[in-house]
């Protein structure tokens, strides 16, 4: 069981707009900011968005990420068929036990 | 570019300890601001999180490993390792070796996993 809840699939067809989900807690999205990584079959993971919003160069701005609260979407616009991967939420968890990282289960996104 | 690369037995025996070494080329791990950690990924499943150390030596650690792990750099060979200690067949992973970098702005301080390692299977098995 993550700490960080994402919907275990996601589907789109090409250039559709498909969002994802990832809701926290108040001592981990509540209190810190979001980074969201794509993980392509069979490749380590790769940053997609940072703080919240930011996109480091070279991921195109199809991809957007927001915060609200103790939730954050990732966005996804004019889907293409090599968008199909495992996206992950990640944030600082600020947790009474010690703080650290939390990663969400991953959303298994198919592009149809 | 940065370069970071995996290395390690790949089996190892139940109650050992599993150790893994991460070897950063294009850059020093002495730098101020960096963390770096390790992060684990079970056959099939999602992305956890094992510890990371700073530059100085400080470290945090996933509180359910915190009594099996430690890492520890060396910044004379640009590697840092992992040792997580008692291993059974949960500890069966994908490992990778990151780097956390820091972002500031006018509001926010943060750190997000900027490069990664490919990745290194270790099976715990006898």
């Known amino acids: 069981q993550s700490v960080l809840t994402q919907p275990p699939s996601a589907s789109g067809t090409p250039g559709q707009r498909v969002t994802i989900s990832c809701s926290g807690s108040?001592?981990?999205?509540?209190?810190?900011?979001v980074n969201w990584y794509q993980q392509l079959p069979g490749t380590a993971p790769k940053l997609l968005i940072y703080?919240?919003?930011q996109r480091p160069s070279g991921v195109p701005d199809r991809f957007s990420g927001s915060k609200s609260g103790a939730s954050a979407s990732l966005a996804i616009s004019g889907l293409q068929s090599d968008d199909e991967a495992d996206y992950y939420c990640?944030?600082?968890?600020?947790?009474?036990?010690?703080?650290?990282?939390?990663f969400g289960g991953g959303t298994k996104l198919t592009v149809l | 570019q940065l370069h970071l690369q995996e290395s390690g037995p790949g089996l190892v025996t139940p109650s050992e300890t599993l150790s893994l070494t991460c070897t950063v080329s294009?850059?020093?791990?002495?730098?101020?601001?960096?963390?770096w950690g390790w992060i684990r990924q079970p056959p099939g499943k999602g992305l956890e999180w094992i510890g990371s150390?700073?530059?100085?030596?400080?470290?945090y650690y996933k509180p359910s490993l915190k009594s099996r792990v430690t890492i520890s750099l060396d910044t004379s060979k640009t590697q840092f390792s992992l040792k997580l200690s008692s291993v059974t067949a949960a500890d069966t992973a994908l490992y990778y070796c990151?780097?956390?970098?820091?972002?500031?702005?006018?509001?926010?301080?943060?750190?997000?996993?900027?490069?990664w390692g490919q990745g290194t299977l270790v099976t715990v098995s006898s």
């Open positions: 150390i700073y530059y100085s030596g400080s470290t």
């Open positions: 990640a944030a600082w968890d600020d947790s009474m036990n010690g703080p650290h990282w939390v």
């Open positions: 108040s001592s981990n999205i509540g209190s810190n900011t």
């Open positions: 294009g850059g020093s791990i002495s730098g101020s601001s960096y963390y």
């Open positions: 703080s919240n919003n």
């Open positions: 990151a780097r956390l970098s820091p972002y500031t702005s006018s509001s926010l301080f943060s750190y997000y996993f900027d490069y």
